[in-house]
Antibody, heavy 122, light 107 residues
Framework: EVQLLESGGGLVQPGGSLRLSCAAS????????MNWVRQSPGKGLEWVSE????????YYVDSVKGRFTISRDNSKNTLYLQMNSLRAEDTAVYYC???????????????WGKGTTVTVSS | DIQLTQSPSFLSASVGDRVTITCRAS??????LAWYQQKPGKAPKFLIY???TLQSGVPSRFSGSGSGTEFTLTISSLQPEDFATYYC?????????FGGGTKVEIK
C-alpha cells in the first residue's frame, strides 16, 4: 500500500525554523516527483513546492522563496521541507503529496499524507 | 499566475440530486486540470486528472469535462458520502494553483 506520513510540525515563534519530514512507502520513491501543499485554518489548498525524483529540479510558490527549502533523501525514502524565517501566515496543515506519473513533474497528486500542523505564534 | 475560480462556493443539495461544479481558469490550460475531494479534518482525495479521466476506484457517478478555460465536475446522483469540499487544480504552469473550493452540503 502506498503511504505517506508527515512529521515535524509544532508550535514555533515568528522568525523561527522547523523541518518537516514525509516518510514514503509502498512505491519506488526515487521515480516520482513530490510536493508540499498547505492549508491554513478554514482556508483552501495552497501548493508550496515540488521536487523532481532525482532532486535536481525544484519549484516554489513565490511566498516561500528564500525561506523554505525542499529536499529529499532517496536512500531513506523521505521528503523534507526546511522552513526558516517563519511568519504567522505560514500557520497551516502541511501535506506531502506524490505526483501521479513516474518521471514527470507538474502532475496531478494521486496520494496524500494525513498532514502535520505548523503553528507560528508568539 | 493562473487563477482558478470555482462556482458556486457553496452548494446545498439532496441525496440523489445531480450536482455540477464549475472551474474557470484565467487563461487557457488545455486539459491540465485535476479535481480533488476533501472531507473535514482529512487530506484531499484525488478524483480526476486531465480534466476528464477518472482515477481508478472513484465511483462512476463522478465525471469531469472541459478544456481551455472552463471545466465542470458533475456528480450524477449525490450520495451521503459525497458531502465534502471539492477543489480544482491547474497543472499547466508554475505556480500550481487550486480553486477556492466548493462546499457541498446536505439540504
Amino acid at each position: 500500500e502506498v503511504q505517506l506520513l508527515e512529521s515535524g510540525g509544532g508550535l514555533v515563534q515568528p522568525g523561527g525554523s522547523l523541518r518537516l519530514s514525509c516518510a514514503a512507502s509502498g512505491f519506488a520513491f526515487s521515480n516520482y516527483a513530490m510536493n508540499w501543499v498547505r492549508q491554513s485554518p478554514g482556508k483552501g489548498l495552497e501548493w508550496v513546492s515540488e521536487i523532481s525524483g532525482s532532486g535536481g529540479t525544484i519549484y516554489y510558490v513565490d511566498s516561500v522563496k528564500g525561506r523554505f527549502t525542499i529536499s529529499r533523501d532517496n536512500s531513506k525514502n523521505t521528503l523534507y521541507l526546511q522552513m526558516n524565517s517563519l511568519r504567522a501566515e505560514d500557520t497551516a496543515v502541511y501535506y506531502c503529496a506524490k505526483d501521479g506519473i513516474s518521471g514527470r513533474l507538474q502532475d496531478h497528486m494521486d496520494v496524500w499524507g494525513k498532514g502535520t500542523t505548523v503553528t507560528v505564534s508568539s | 499566475d493562473i487563477q482558478l475560480t470555482q462556482s458556486p462556493s457553496f452548494l446545498s443539495a439532496s441525496v440523489g440530486d445531480r450536482v455540477t461544479i464549475t472551474c474557470r481558469a484565467s487563461q487557457g490550460i488545455s486539459t491540465y486540470l485535476a479535481w480533488y475531494q476533501q472531507k473535514p479534518g482529512k487530506a484531499p482525495k484525488f478524483l480526476i486528472y486531465a480534466a476528464s479521466t477518472l482515477q481508478s476506484g472513484v465511483p462512476s457517478r463522478f465525471s469531469g469535462s472541459g478544456s481551455g478555460t472552463e471545466f465542470t465536475l458533475t456528480i450524477s446522483s449525490l450520495q451521503p458520502e459525497d458531502f465534502a469540499t471539492y477543489y480544482c487544480q491547474q497543472l499547466k504552469s508554475y505556480p500550481i494553483t487550486f480553486g477556492g473550493g466548493t462546499k457541498v452540503e446536505i439540504k
